[in-house]
């Protein structure tokens, strides 16, 4: 089954030259937009699998077509397609819900595996930048969030292999990479991690590390 992917940019040329590149890999083009108004409009239309996005947009920021169109659809993958490698803007963009964060000076070999490891759910970052996340999703750890506190009574029950999922998630660890370590298939993993997301009340991975990382899954004395 192909992969259905909208691409956002404000310039034209690359735009068209993002989404040519993708149809002759095989994805499904189904849609594109210029601005962020646009874009909110024709992704609730068209409904990507993964949206491939510019942050600097006219009309609405990148991170609000980001946080906009993952609220409306938690289902839905971001790429953040940007020529910012500033920090700043990729905090901002993981904390709207993106799933990974490319720079445009990326190769297209390096887009079309992105955008094919975004859609499976993995994190997909410019090198360099995955430890920058993760040290964000530790800080975020470390602020208040009752609605998600594990040690509430009343807090969720997982499995042990629900709970060895999560524990590597916490750590940073791919789809692919925790499926050889645990010797399970790649689609199991996505399973595991779509019902602790359910059962826990959270809607992406960055809320899902944050928990993790909460209940202490991403120390190895606690497991």
């Keep these: 089954m192909s992969i259905k992917v909208m691409v956002v ?10 989404a040519r590149d993708l149809t002759e890999s095989g994805f499904e083009v ?26 600097n947009l006219p009309a609405k920021p990148g991170v609000l077509v980001c946080k906009e169109l993952v609220g409306h659809n938690p289902a839905l993958r971001v790429l953040v397609l940007s ?8 905090l901002e963009a993981v904390k709207s819900g993106a ?22 759910g993995d994190p997909v970052f410019t090198p360099g930048l995955a430890g920058l996340v993760l040290g964000e999703y530790r800080r975020l750890a470390s602020e208040p969030a009752p609605e998600t506190d594990p040690g509430r009574p009343d807090a969720p029950r997982l499995t042990d ?12 660890l791919s789809y692919k990479q925790i499926a050889e370590r645990l010797v399970i298939s790649h689609r199991t993993v996505q399973n595991h991690v779509q019902n602790t997301l359910g059962k826990l009340q959270l809607h992406n991975r ?18």
């Design 9 to 18: 940019d404000d310039h034209p040329m690359w735009r068209d030259a993002v």
């Design 30 to 55: 189904v849609a594109t937009a210029g601005d962020g108004d646009q874009a909110v409009r024709r992704a609730k239309a068209a409904a990507p699998d993964v949206l491939v996005l510019d942050l």
């Design 83 to 90: 020529a910012s490698g500033e920090h700043a803007d990729v």
């Design 99 to 120: 799933t990974g964060y490319l720079l445009k000076s990326a190769s297209t070999e390096e887009l079309l595996d992105a955008v094919r490891r975004t859609a499976v």
């Design 161 to 172: 292999r629900e709970t060895e999922v999560l524990r590597l998630v916490a750590k940073g």
């Design 206 to 223: 960055v809320e899902l590390v944050r928990y993790a990382i909460e209940a202490g899954l991403d120390d190895d004395r606690n497991g």
